[in-house]
């Protein structure tokens, strides 16, 4: 990135601003210059269709009103979520989202079983049935959430990054958004503070259309999100969230930036094809658009890819199909099965101290 | 004992906290390079350097949500609010995230946190200025409140609340930070939360007050004993966890309770003080409580008015006689 302007300390005649960002072309990767094996694509391609097909049961299953509450699906972003866990050191690195937070937490190795049995609330839910959809969270891979309020995560992210180099641990925090967050003031604080402290954090902005139902060009003055990073005095860039390999590629660099504490603005263009959460039936956009979006399918490209390139057969890819949906299909088996918490529960982790004094006058003595 | 200024006994906690702890931070406006707005932590930026006391921009949701990803990453913050009415810029922060992260994340993440700085009214600053936040933040589960009346609490209190491994919201008062005390120079002096001070033992009634208005107990049980009477005052000194053992004890002793509060009164500590009398102590009442508290109006600005918005010794004196029946 290049900058030049008005710094403040004089009174320039002309301030004049220039600003160039990285950009992915939309022409085909080829893994193996990206330092990818053939298995790790194929695992990547796993993973996606992991996803994938753990929402579509966990939608099936909030037909069946086994989940409840707010179920936001992140089908048609498997990209992003893929790509990002495999340019990081998963359990060192750290990561922190809003509430589209499945994708995430399978990506990061977080079982299906546990992330099933937090939708319906049971025991042995990744949070124990305290946070449901909206906040998984797992401390062994470095994952700090599934964060409910648009855009409050985002100076969470920068104490994770603050904390990174302050032990000089030598971890990156990755921070997710949507682009509906960037109209919060937590955005503009958190990238001030992370520009000011030179803080080993990405800020990656999934730009997926819409803020619920909100178009971005109805929502913001600028929909160049990437361009905020110049207030900020940070470099950006800009990648294709349908391509994991550019997803990937985009990643790997701004964490190598993150790791010599350079913040950065990762804009990644994606979509969602499902509504925002299961009660939204998407009115907002046509058919039309939908549909040509479908055809970027993230899971049908890499699929193309991989067949095209002969790293693995149909009848291969077909067979990872069955074995996903089977790790899936258990995990309804054991989400149904695992008991739901015991009442006593709910005063479990309020605070640190089991028997905290304020909760036994809640009752008479 | 050392005589020290509030401000010099909360100082003095900070700095054996972070002598004690490298993972203990502050961090706030004006913490660093001017020594603190109220002085609170001159010379820190010296003790211990920039890694350690560190200047924000006026970012307050910014640094307190900082604080919290910061504590979830293994460090223990001190965020100073400039005041506490500032900290609803942050209110985001504090409810939704530094409360509520432990239990959502079912006992994954801890969010060992300090949040602090002056609270409530300071004189004629007019409305946005005078804010008593306690009742608002002790209303949430999963945070701690903690509102000292002297030096000596200060101290004491404010070093368990940063060994404390939930997050607590400590208050001061700008009035009271140039107020003197006898402080223990105990080499590792702790006062756990949750647990009163009686600060004076009585018979006829208990007197129920917390930071300012502690004093203002005081001044009214020196009238009273000056008219005949032998008043119990009971400083909390926690407002969440609340002691209400020893509220209750001692309402069983007097039967009668005066509560003073300088937050506006509906929905306030005094509220809930007096819920919980009356459902563990009812028998015991002789006397409905009364309360006194600021009026149920924004501070306003004008002298008199202030004067007359904020809790006075006549009224609790006046309140106290009223529930002895004394009229």
């Given at each position: 990135?290049?900058?030049?302007?008005?710094?403040?300390?004089?009174?320039?005649?002309?301030?004049?601003?220039?600003?160039?960002?990285?950009?992915?072309?939309?022409?085909?990767?080829?893994?193996?210059?990206?330092?990818?094996?053939?298995?790790?694509?194929?695992?990547?391609?796993?993973?996606?269709?992991?996803?994938?097909?753990?929402?579509?049961?966990?939608?099936?299953?909030?037909?069946?009103?086994?989940?409840?509450?707010?179920?936001?699906?992140?089908?048609?972003?498997?990209?992003?979520?893929?790509?990002?866990?495999?340019?990081?050191?998963?359990?060192?690195?750290?990561?922190?989202?809003?509430?589209?937070?499945?994708?995430?937490?399978?990506?990061?190795?977080?079982?299906?079983?546990?992330?099933?049995?937090?939708?319906?609330?049971?025991?042995?839910?990744?949070?124990?049935?305290?946070?449901?959809?909206?906040?998984?969270?797992?401390?062994?891979?470095?994952?700090?959430?599934?964060?409910?309020?648009?855009?409050?995560?985002?100076?969470?992210?920068?104490?994770?990054?603050?904390?990174?180099?302050?032990?000089?641990?030598?971890?990156?925090?990755?921070?997710?958004?949507?682009?509906?967050?960037?109209?919060?003031?937590?955005?503009?604080?958190?990238?001030?503070?992370?520009?000011?402290?030179?803080?080993?954090?990405?800020?990656?902005?999934?730009?997926?259309?819409?803020?619920?139902?909100?178009?971005?060009?109805?929502?913001?003055?600028?929909?160049?999100?990437?361009?905020?990073?110049?207030?900020?005095?940070?470099?950006?860039?800009?990648?294709?969230?349908?391509?994991?390999?550019?997803?990937?590629?985009?990643?790997?660099?701004?964490?190598?930036?993150?790791?010599?504490?350079?913040?950065?603005?990762?804009?990644?263009?994606?979509?969602?094809?499902?509504?925002?959460?299961?009660?939204?039936?998407?009115?907002?956009?046509?058919?039309?658009?939908?549909?040509?979006?479908?055809?970027?399918?993230?899971?049908?490209?890499?699929?193309?890819?991989?067949?095209?390139?002969?790293?693995?057969?149909?009848?291969?890819?077909?067979?990872?199909?069955?074995?996903?949906?089977?790790?899936?299909?258990?995990?309804?088996?054991?989400?149904?099965?695992?008991?739901?918490?015991?009442?006593?529960?709910?005063?479990?982790?309020?605070?640190?101290?089991?028997?905290?004094?304020?909760?036994?006058?809640?009752?008479?003595? | 004992?050392?005589?020290?200024?509030?401000?010099?006994?909360?100082?003095?906690?900070?700095?054996?906290?972070?002598?004690?702890?490298?993972?203990?931070?502050?961090i706030g406006e004006e913490v660093?390079?001017y020594?603190g707005a109220?002085?609170?932590?001159?010379?820190?930026?010296?003790?211990?350097?920039?890694?350690?006391?560190?200047d924000t921009p006026i970012s307050e949701?910014?640094f307190?949500?900082?604080?919290?990803?910061?504590?979830?990453?293994?460090?223990?913050?001190?965020?100073e609010f400039m005041?506490?009415?500032f900290?609803?810029?942050?209110?985001?922060?504090?409810?939704?995230?530094?409360?509520?992260?432990?239990?959502?994340?079912?006992?994954?993440?801890?969010?060992?946190?300090?949040?602090?700085g002056?609270?409530?009214?300071?004189?004629?600053?007019?409305?946005?200025?005078?804010?008593?936040?306690?009742?608002?933040?002790?209303?949430?589960?999963?945070?701690?409140?903690?509102?000292?009346?002297?030096?000596?609490?200060?101290?004491?209190?404010?070093?368990?609340?940063?060994?404390?491994?939930?997050?607590?919201?400590?208050?001061?008062?700008?009035?009271?930070?140039?107020?003197?005390?006898?402080?223990?120079?105990?080499?590792?002096?702790?006062?756990?939360?949750?647990?009163?001070?009686?600060?004076?033992?009585?018979?006829?009634?208990?007197?129920?007050?917390?930071?300012?208005?502690?004093?203002?107990?005081?001044?009214?049980?020196?009238?009273?004993?000056?008219?005949?009477?032998?008043?119990?005052?009971?400083?909390?000194?926690?407002?969440?966890?609340?002691?209400?053992?020893?509220?209750?004890?001692?309402?069983?002793?007097?039967?009668?309770?005066?509560?003073?509060?300088?937050?506006?009164?509906?929905?306030?500590?005094?509220?809930?003080?007096?819920?919980?009398?009356?459902?563990?102590?009812?028998?015991?009442?002789?006397?409905?409580?009364?309360?006194?508290?600021?009026?149920?109006?924004?501070?306003?600005?004008?002298?008199?008015?202030?004067?007359?918005?904020?809790?006075?010794?006549?009224?609790?004196?006046?309140?106290?006689?009223?529930?002895?029946?004394?009229?």
């Amino acid at each position: 990135m290049d900058t030049t302007q008005a710094n403040g300390r004089g009174n320039p005649e002309r301030a004049s601003i220039s600003f160039s960002v990285d950009t992915f072309a939309r022409e085909e990767h080829d893994h193996q210059e990206l330092g990818l094996s053939d298995s790790q694509v194929l695992d990547m391609y796993r993973n996606m269709l992991l996803q994938r097909r753990f929402e579509e049961r966990a939608a099936q299953m909030y037909g069946k009103q086994k989940i409840s509450g707010f179920l936001h699906l992140y089908i048609g972003q498997e990209a992003v979520s893929t790509g990002a866990a495999n340019a990081i050191r998963v359990g060192r690195d750290s990561v922190i989202t809003a509430y589209r937070d499945h994708g995430l937490g399978l990506a990061l190795g977080m079982s299906a079983d546990e992330c099933m049995a937090e939708l319906f609330g049971k025991q042995h839910g990744c949070s124990r049935g305290k946070g449901g959809s909206m906040h998984y969270f797992s401390k062994e891979l470095g994952f700090y959430g599934g964060h409910g309020i648009v855009g409050a995560h985002i100076p969470v992210a920068t104490g994770i990054a603050f904390a990174h180099k302050y032990k000089e641990d030598d971890g990156v925090a990755l921070c997710f958004f949507g682009d509906g967050a960037v109209g919060q003031g937590s955005f503009h604080e958190a990238l001030n503070l992370a520009g000011l402290y030179k803080l080993p954090v990405v800020f990656i902005i999934e730009n997926n259309q819409y803020a619920m139902g909100t178009a971005i060009h109805r929502a913001f003055a600028e929909t160049d999100f990437f361009k905020h990073a110049v207030g900020y005095n940070m470099p950006a860039a800009v990648a294709d969230g349908m391509d994991v390999f550019d997803v990937y590629n985009a990643i790997t660099k701004q964490v190598s930036l993150a790791r010599s504490f350079q913040p950065s603005i990762l804009e990644i263009r994606t979509y969602r094809y499902r509504g925002h959460s299961m009660s939204d039936p998407g009115n907002y956009r046509t058919k039309e658009e939908l549909d040509s979006r479908k055809n970027d399918d993230p899971i049908i490209r890499l699929k193309a890819y991989i067949i095209g390139r002969g790293i693995g057969t149909n009848e291969m890819l077909d067979a990872f199909d069955e074995e996903v949906k089977s790790i899936v299909l258990r995990s309804v088996e054991f989400a149904d099965n695992d008991p739901f918490p015991e009442l006593d529960e709910i005063y479990d982790n309020v605070y640190t101290q089991k028997d905290y004094p304020f909760l036994s006058w809640q009752t008479p003595r | 004992m050392a005589n020290l200024q509030l401000r010099e006994a909360i100082r003095a906690a900070m700095v054996e906290e972070m002598e004690r702890d490298e993972r203990i931070f502050l961090i706030g406006e004006e913490v660093a390079e001017y020594n603190g707005a109220y002085k609170v932590s001159e010379g820190m930026l010296d003790q211990f350097g920039a890694k350690r006391v560190i200047d924000t921009p006026i970012s307050e949701n910014g640094f307190a949500g900082l604080g919290v990803g910061a504590a979830m990453n293994g460090l223990r913050p001190i965020v100073e609010f400039m005041t506490f009415n500032f900290s609803f810029v942050a209110i985001d922060q504090i409810i939704n995230n530094a409360a509520k992260i432990r239990y959502m994340s079912g006992g994954q993440f801890g969010v060992p946190i300090v949040f602090r700085g002056p609270n409530g009214a300071a004189g004629q600053l007019a409305a946005t200025h005078n804010t008593s936040t306690e009742s608002i933040y002790a209303t949430i589960p999963g945070l701690k409140v903690v509102a000292p009346s002297n030096p000596d609490d200060a101290k004491g209190l404010l070093k368990s609340a940063i060994r404390d491994d939930d997050p607590v919201v400590f208050l001061e008062s700008e009035v009271m930070y140039g107020m003197r005390g006898e402080v223990s120079d105990e080499a590792d002096y702790i006062i756990p939360l949750g647990k009163a001070r009686i600060a004076r033992q009585g018979k006829d009634v208990t007197i129920v007050a917390h930071s300012k208005s502690y004093h203002l107990a005081m001044k009214a049980a020196d009238a009273l004993v000056e008219q005949g009477f032998d008043p119990e005052v009971i400083d909390p000194r926690t407002i969440r966890p609340l002691d209400m053992d020893s509220i209750v004890e001692s309402i069983r002793k007097t039967n009668r309770c005066v509560i003073i509060d300088e937050s506006n009164p509906f929905a306030s500590i005094s509220s809930e003080i007096a819920f919980q009398i009356q459902q563990h102590a009812f028998d015991h009442l002789d006397a409905p409580i009364i309360r006194i508290t600021a009026k149920d109006t924004p501070a306003p600005y004008a002298k008199n008015l202030m004067e007359f918005y904020m809790p006075q010794v006549s009224d609790a004196v006046e309140a106290c006689r009223q529930v002895m029946y004394a009229n």
